[in-house]
T-cell receptor, first 112, second 114 residues
Framework: AQSVSQHNHHVILSEAASLELGCNYS??????LFWYVQYPGQHLQLLLK??????LVKGIKGFEAEFIKSKFSFNLRKPSVQWSDTAEYFC??????????FGAGTTVTVRA | NAGVMQNPRHLVRRRGQEARLRCSPM?????VYWYRQLPEEGLKFMVY????????ESGMPKERFSAEFPKEGPSILRIQQVVRGDSAAYFC????????????FGPGTRLTVT
C-alpha cells in the first residue's frame, strides 16, 4: 500500500512570502498525484493534479507543483501568498484504483 | 450550492452511544466514498458505495461500523457503541463515474466521543 508524508505540520508566514510544501510518497508504480486544500469551514477542494506529461503542473489560485519521479516527491509552491491562502493543505496519491491515500496535512497560516 | 453536503458538521457522543453521519452526494453523482482522518494522520479510505450496493468496504473496521446508500436519501455512515478511538473527522466524497479517483469532497463531520 502506498503512503504519503508531508514534511511540515504547521507553516506560518507573512503575506507576499513564498510558500513551498513538501510531499513524498512511497509507491513503486505509476501514480496519480493531487493537492487538496481545505479553507476554514469549507469542503476539501482540488488545487491541482498530475497524471502524466509535463511534471510542472499549474493549478488554481496561483499554485503549482512539481513531480520529481526520482525523488518520489510532489511539492506544492506559490511565489507570493495572500492572507486568504490560510488553510490546510493535503497531498494525495492514487495508484491503480479509486482509493486516495492522503498525507496528514499541513496547516498554513498567513499573517497579514 | 450543489456540492457534497455532510451533516452534522460536528457531533458529540458519549461512549457507548450510536453516531450517524450523513452524506448527500453532488447532484447527478451516484458513487459515494467515505474516508476517516484520525488525529495527526491523513485521510484513509473506508468504503465505496453505489446506490443500494456496497462495492468495497476493505477500509472499514470489522465491528461497529456500517454504511449504506439507499435508493432515496443520503448515504449514512453508522458507528455503534462509539469509543474514544472513533473520535476523528469523517469525510465523504462523490463521483459521477464508477470507481473514479476524481472525487468531490464534502466539508467533513468531526466526531468527538467523550
Amino acid at each position: 500500500a502506498q503512503s504519503v508524508s508531508q514534511h511540515n505540520h504547521h507553516v506560518i508566514l507573512s503575506e507576499a512570502a513564498s510558500l513551498e510544501l513538501g510531499c513524498n510518497y512511497s509507491y513503486g508504480g505509476t501514480v496519480n498525484l493531487f493537492w487538496y486544500v481545505q479553507y476554514p469551514g469549507q469542503h476539501l477542494q482540488l488545487l491541482l493534479k498530475y497524471f502524466s506529461g509535463d511534471p510542472l503542473v499549474k493549478g488554481i489560485k496561483g499554485f503549482e507543483a512539481e513531480f520529481i519521479k526520482s525523488k518520489f516527491s510532489f511539492n506544492l509552491r506559490k511565489p507570493s501568498v495572500q492572507w486568504s491562502d490560510t488553510a490546510e493543505y493535503f497531498c494525495a496519491v492514487n495508484a491503480d484504483d479509486y482509493k486516495l491515500s492522503f498525507g496528514a496535512g499541513t496547516t498554513v497560516t498567513v499573517r497579514a | 450550492n450543489a456540492g457534497v453536503m455532510q451533516n452534522p458538521r460536528h457531533l458529540v457522543r458519549r461512549r457507548g452511544q450510536e453516531a450517524r453521519l450523513r452524506c448527500s452526494p453532488m447532484k447527478g453523482h451516484s458513487h459515494v466514498y467515505w474516508y476517516r482522518q484520525l488525529p495527526e494522520e491523513g485521510l484513509k479510505f473506508m468504503v465505496y458505495l453505489q446506490k443500494e450496493n456496497i462495492i468495497d468496504e476493505s477500509g472499514m473496521p470489522k465491528e461497529r461500523f456500517s454504511a449504506e446508500f439507499p435508493k432515496e436519501g443520503p448515504s449514512i455512515l453508522r458507528i455503534q457503541q462509539v469509543v474514544r478511538g472513533d473520535s476523528a473527522a469523517y469525510f465523504c466524497a462523490s463521483s459521477g463515474r464508477e470507481a473514479s479517483y476524481e472525487q468531490y469532497f464534502g466539508p467533513g463531520t468531526r466526531l468527538t466521543v467523550t
